[in-house]
């Protein structure tokens, strides 16, 4: 299995990112995936998660602003993320949680 996330960056308060998430190595349109944060000295955050079926959900604070979406001819995971706040910030793993893989991140920083 291999994940591999890209589209972070700094971006001011109010703007927006858009994260990818290139999947290799298992059969990706099979498995739920889902998008988490990590901020320093905290455990690691479920933000959003889809299921094969094209079920979604999200923790209360990005309802609204962030929106998961798949790609299954692209083996491609996608998090757009509006109205940043700097509570956003953090490292955003992409993973399969029936697997237990993520991949290697990718920081975001919402800063003025």
């Known amino acids: 299995v291999q994940l591999v996330e890209s589209g972070g960056g700094l971006v001011q308060p109010g703007g927006s990112l858009r994260l990818s998430c290139a999947a290799s190595?298992?059969?990706?349109?099979?498995?739920?995936l889902s998008w988490y944060r990590q901020t320093p000295g905290e455990a690691r955050v479920q933000v959003a998660t889809?299921?094969?079926?094209?079920?979604?959900d999200y923790i209360e604070a990005v309802k609204g602003r962030f929106s998961i979406s798949r790609d299954n001819a692209k083996n491609t995971l996608y998090l757009q993320m509006n109205s940043l706040k700097p509570e956003d910030t953090g490292v955003y793993y992409c993973?399969?949680?029936?697997?237990?893989?993520w991949g290697q991140g990718t920081q975001v920083t919402v800063s003025s």
């Open positions: 889809m299921s094969l079926f094209g079920y979604t």
């Open positions: 190595g298992f059969p990706f349109s099979q498995y739920g």
């Open positions: 993973g399969v949680p029936a697997l237990e893989q």
